[in-house]
């Protein structure tokens, strides 16, 4: 007998099958067709010679087999997409110097910078924090090389990140004088 193994797919398709609840929503989530979910199960079944789901009054549920095969293939599945997306990663190097006022450094960034070094660990971020005219100033000439600044007259454009409202804000003596 030859060596046999499983289909990733096939995997992932029992995965979504569980966690979405069934069979139509498991090849919405995939973007695949039902029949085609259905194959990649009955696969499944063929590959190790026993039923993964049985069908009750309330629908379809995991057999005992399909139990064990559902915690493996979890683990499988999260090794293969680690590798994937390992493989996929070009390993970026090197330093930028960001820029950007102390309030958005204060309650922005932090979860930003976060995720970036998670995502990039080998780049160093080297953060000046200035008003949003002289970071403009800096940026033209090449002293930092990115900016998170506040639109206004007379600076470029540049991406849209984010609007924020305007609050005007005033001590109690001035608002009961109104």
């Known amino acids: 007998m030859g060596t046999r193994h499983f289909d990733i797919r096939a995997?992932?398709?029992?995965?979504?099958?569980?966690?979405?609840?069934?069979?139509t929503e498991a090849a919405r989530r995939l973007g695949r067709t039902q029949?085609?979910?259905?194959?990649?199960i009955q696969?499944?079944?063929?590959?190790?010679?026993?039923?993964v789901f049985l069908h009750n009054a309330?629908?379809?549920?995991l057999s005992r087999e399909g139990e064990v095969l559902l915690g493996y293939a979890r683990a499988m599945l999260r090794m293969h997409d680690e590798v994937w997306?390992?493989?996929?990663?070009?390993?970026?190097?090197?330093?930028?110097?960001?820029?950007?006022?102390?309030l958005y450094a204060a309650y922005l960034l932090p979860e930003i910078l976060r995720n970036f070094r998670k995502a990039y660990p080998m780049v160093e971020v080297d953060l000046h924090c200035r008003l949003s005219r002289a970071l403009m100033e800096s940026l033209d000439a090449s002293e930092i090389d990115l900016a998170l600044v506040t639109g206004m007259q007379g600076i470029r454009a540049g991406t849209f990140i984010r609007k924020e409202p305007l609050v005007w804000v005033c001590g109690e003596s001035l608002a009961a004088s109104k």
């Open 85 to 102: 997306q390992k493989m996929q990663r070009r390993e970026i190097a090197g330093r930028v110097i960001f820029g950007t006022p102390d």
């Open 58 to 61: 309330r629908g379809i549920v």
């Open 11 to 23: 995997l992932r398709a029992l995965v979504t099958v569980v966690e979405a609840g069934g069979v």
């Open 43 to 51: 696969r499944l079944e063929e590959l190790i010679g026993r039923p």
């Open 35 to 40: 029949p085609a979910i259905t194959l990649q």
